[in-house]
């Protein structure tokens, strides 16, 4: 891009990043509704696994705790 006096006009920082934020959106691949959906579900079937690894974790710990302490 040339200005009125023929050097190369400079591209404002935020323009170039929008412009280039849509670019990179245009090349992501969009899951369909009923891929949407499957993922949701796995994550939260790995969500609610994951909270109940960790309050039996938490649970042996305060058992092992209390046991140490004696209390």
Do not use: C, S, Y
């Amino acid at each position: 891009m040339a200005g009125k006096d023929g050097k190369p006009k400079r591209e404002n920082a935020i323009q170039r990043f929008f412009r280039e934020t849509i670019g990179e959106l245009r090349k992501v691949h969009w899951p369909t509704w009923p891929e949407a959906r499957r993922l949701t579900i796995i994550v939260i079937i790995v969500l609610v696994i994951m909270a109940f690894f960790l309050w039996m974790v938490d649970e042996i710990a305060v058992k092992l705790l209390v046991l140490a302490i004696g209390a």
